[in-house]
């Protein structure tokens, strides 16, 4: 089934330590998106990248960083975690970041870290 | 910058209908958007809606934008047990800065039968 396969599902990490978490896509979409899901607060965007090569930062960078060596993959590092850093992390995919028309994404199942 | 807002829950009977309200700021967004995710999943399109338009229906999903009042909602009839889950309202809006896309905090929605 063509889609987004996120690694690992969960993952429990002692602070100050550093963490990869995994996003590969298999549709050749141009845009990856690398969002967290917290309580009240809905998902918002850490990074992005809207073509293989380039990045973006999103609302809340702080803390994570990520590259876009090819097309299918879009890892997230976060260098040392901290304790806010505990959430659900998604990533996404869409044909193109820069179109006018209808961006539709697809999303991932998730990856839930919790950082103690 | 774009805000949206949900409200956090909703609760329905089994057969009745649902609505789900959202409400955004930044009057010129281009498209608003109803994702539904389900329980340990990641989030799917439900439907979309241009701004140039006022409604659209998909069998038992209608969508209703009323752009002088900024308010999206999404209208599900015959709700069934497996309608729960969270449902998220987002809208897209196109910038020379870059494009952005701004979700809302999600409605859990809980069918009781």
Redesign the interface.
Known sequence: TAG?TQAPTSQILAAGRSMTLRCTQDMRHNAMYW?RQDL??????IHYSNTAGTT?KGEVPDGYSVSRANTDDFPLTLASAVPSQTSVY?C?SSET??????????????SRLTVL | GED?EQS?FLSVREGDSSVINCTYTDSSS??L?W?KQEP??????LT?I?SNMDMKQDQRLTVLLNKKDKHLSLRIADTQTGDSAIY?CAA?K?KAA??K?T????TRVLVKP
């Open positions: 987004i969002y009240g607060l809905g998902l918002r965007l973006g998604f996404a970041g820069w179109t006018a028309g209808a961006n539709v994404l697809t999303f991932g199942a998730g | 949206v956090l281009t498209y958007y994702y340990g999943a990641g989030l799917q399109l979309y241009f998220f897209w196109i870059g494009n896309l979700f809302g905090g999600g």
